[in-house]
Each structure stands twice: as C-alpha cells, then as structure tokens.
C-alpha cells in the first residue's frame, strides 16, 4: 500500500507551520487515509533474583514458586558430593526460611554441575549433590515431601563460554543445587 496520503499530510501540515496562519485554511487535509494496524505484544512473567555479595546464594520468585539456589562451591569441594561443615550451617539456616515460609506440600531440590566433564558424570555427581542436600534438610523439615533431581550440565544458568571463551564466573554460578518450595 502506497504511503502517499499520510506523507501528502505531513507536507500539508509543514507548510502550514511555516507559512503562518493564512496557510492553515487550506492545508487541512479532508480526504486523508491511513491504516491502522494492530500492536501485539507479547507479556511474560517477570522473575527478580536476588544474590548475595558473594554471589554463593540466590533467591528467585516466580507467583507462588521460591527457588534458592547455592552454588555447590560453598557445599562441597572439587568433584566431591559430601556437605562441609560450613554447608551443613547454612542449609539450617534454609531450612528454617523453608520451614517458616512454605505452604507444605513437595520441596524440590535440584543439582546442576557446569559444562566440564562427561553428561553421564554430571549427571550422577548433581543427582549425588542433590541427595546429599535433602539428607541434611530432612531432619530439619516437618510436613513435606522431597523430590530429588539431578539435571548435569543440561540446564546452565549462565552460558558456560562468553564471546568463546569459558567464563570461570558462569561455571561457577551454574555448579548449583535448587531448593524449590512454593510459599505461604
């Protein structure tokens, strides 16, 4: 379709803001049509994250859905799926929000390795680490049930190459276990 009318419009109204006032009578334009189309957009669902400083926690909500996620550098050492004391810790520590702030019902707790390493190793070593995580939650958490599982490296949460180089900051944040809950 020609844009003719719509740019013989704009010229009339330039002209008529240039000319001044006694141009204006003849550049209102009468017989002028344009199409109009329809805007569609598309809305998805807005997920904040919060991190810590250190960038070994994060909290994420979407609706009623609470994901933390800790990075397994802080809960286990290189390759290994048993929780260090200072794991230990910190998972009382989320085990009381959990207590305190789900509706019940199935906590999922989820394991994730980075990109480094063969898929069947990741997956058995993040299915580990997520098992070893319900252990310790277990005996802390009344009323709900535990879903376990171990993903591997086949849902990053950051990419593990940037501009094609690894990016040791990605890895690390995607070496992680989730710990799913649905709040209050």
């Known amino acids: 379709m ?31 049509a344009a199409e109009v189309e329809d805007v569609v957009a598309t809305v998805e669902d807005i997920t904040a994250e919060v991190e810590s400083l250190d ?41 009381g929000r959990v207590q305190a702030e789900s509706a019940g019902g199935v906590v999922k707790i989820e394991g994730h390795t980075d990109d480094q390493g063969s898929d069947a190793y990741n997956k058995v ?37 940037v501009d094609g180089k690894p990016s040791e900051e990605n890895r690390a944040k995607n070496r992680r276990v989730e710990i799913v809950f649905t709040a209050k």
């Open 2 to 32: 020609s844009r003719f009318p719509e740019r013989l419009a704009v010229l009339a109204v330039s002209v008529a803001l240039t000319a001044g006032p006694a141009a204006v009578a003849w550049a209102d334009p009468v017989d002028v």
């Open 55 to 95: 960038g070994t926690e994060s909290e994420s909500k979407q609706g009623e859905q609470v994901t933390v996620a800790l990075t397994s550098d802080v809960l286990f050492a290189l390759d290994k799926a048993v929780l260090t004391a200072k794991a230990k810790a910190r998972l009382r520590q989320i085990a």
């Open 125 to 161: 070593l993040s299915l580990k680490r997520a098992q070893a995580v319900r252990q310790a939650l277990q005996g802390t958490l009344s009323g709900v049930t535990f879903q376990v599982r171990g993903f591997g490296k086949s849902r990053p949460k950051l990419p593990n190459f």
